[in-house]
């Protein structure tokens, strides 16, 4: 995808050469932190560590109550959000309150807790493992699955009270989720209900992603912050993730590209490539029988079978996701013992489910119920 980039930069390049185009002012959010963007829109938060089994320090953020609560030390039922591929826990916050699900749980009486998965640009912390190591990076969405999510979750219940939590996820959020549910059953009896949007498990239809670097904040401060081509901007920023150029805020296009994409392993994207060319939801594959074994305790990936998930599982897919590609959330709409919702938004593609502009009356509306009333 560096197309992408070449393309801004050299629209950046004739716009500043002949001076067609008025900057606009950069959202403070561009330049903040994910503790900084909590309490930027006036909402208490807390930020805790998460150590995993093998070593991973992974921020974890706590929203425990709205911002006007006149109930704030009323225990309130838990929801626990994780973000997808290449992005971190600040996807859930990176539009004003009345648009990011993080901040309408915390208004609607949830506790509201934010995961970031390792590797990302927040969670770059081990015990024992210095960053720029090969072994810090040794890691894909198994770790993710077997680590990170049941050391989360285990966290939060502890530190809660709370027997059973809510669990949303988005793209890679679902995956591991699919994962670690169907895999671990005494983690999956601490969820109430899964709310998957952009679900991912096989991904024969999807195509490729982009690492955090420097790049973004250059593009998104300093090429797409400008009134015209802020639109172009939107325009290729929708075409990599599905196009829907209208339903994305073209004033928020600083705050999206300085936060989006924000990392991961080579290891992990060279594992979707995996699931992507066999076309099977596997643990990953080391390359000959000996590391399979040493790995997996048998010579060829294990697979993930999303049908020993029973947790009930609310999904919403897009039409124009080309990421979660319809075929293959179809495919694995067969495979979800307790489906108990199916919505799909024909025009929506991969980022709307996020940042889109109606995904309060898309989607949020409806997740809100939907906890209201299981309650």
């Not at 709205?66 to 996807?91: C, M």
Request: glycine share 6%; with cysteine.
């Amino acid at each position: 995808m560096w197309w992408l980039l070449t393309t801004v930069c050299l629209i950046q390049m004739f716009g500043n050469t002949f001076c067609l185009f008025g900057k606009k002012p950069v959202n403070p959010e561009a330049n903040m932190n994910i503790s900084q963007m909590i309490s930027y829109w006036g909402y208490p938060h807390e930020m805790h560590e998460v150590i995993t089994a093998d070593g991973y320090i992974l921020p974890l953020y706590r929203i425990p109550h709205g911002k006007n609560d006149a109930n704030r030390l009323v225990q309130k039922p838990v929801v626990y959000l994780q973000h997808g591929l290449l992005v971190t826990a600040s996807n859930w916050i990176l539009n004003p309150p009345d648009k990011s699900l993080g901040f309408l749980l915390a208004d609607a009486g949830y506790d509201v807790w934010l995961g970031n998965s390792r590797g990302n640009r927040w969670s770059r912390k081990h015990l024992y493992l210095e960053t720029n190591s090969k072994e810090f990076w040794a890691f894909s969405f198994d770790e993710m699955v077997k680590y990170d999510l049941p050391a989360t979750i285990d966290f939060i219940v502890k530190n809660t009270g709370e027997k059973k939590i809510y669990y949303v996820g988005h793209s890679q959020g679902t995956l591991i989720a699919f994962a670690a549910f169907a895999t671990n059953p005494q983690l999956a009896e601490k969820i109430k209900i899964n709310f998957a949007l952009a679900p991912a498990a096989t991904l024969t239809y999807t195509t490729k992603f982009l690492p955090h670097t420097n790049m973004n904040k250059i593009i998104g401060q300093d090429v797409c912050n400008h009134a015209v081509i802020g639109t172009i901007c939107n325009n290729l920023l929708t075409l990599v993730s599905g196009y829907n150029p209208k339903n994305l805020n073209e004033n928020r296009l600083d705050v999206y590209l300085t936060k989006i994409p924000a990392g991961t392993s080579v290891q992990n994207i060279l594992h979707y490539s995996q699931v992507i060319n066999k076309g099977t939801f596997q643990a990953y594959d080391w390359g000959n029988s000996f590391l399979n074994i040493l790995h997996h305790n048998q010579p060829t990936p294990p697979l993930y079978h999303v049908e020993d998930m029973k947790v009930p599982t609310a999904i919403w897919s897009g039409g124009r996701d080309i990421l979660a590609d319809p075929i293959d959330v179809k495919n694995l709409e067969g495979k979800i013992s307790n489906l108990i919702y199916h919505k799909k938004i024909p025009s929506y593609n991969h980022l709307d489910f996020v940042l889109g502009l109606d995904v309060y009356d898309q989607i949020y509306t409806e997740i809100i119920t939907m906890m209201n009333e299981s309650q």
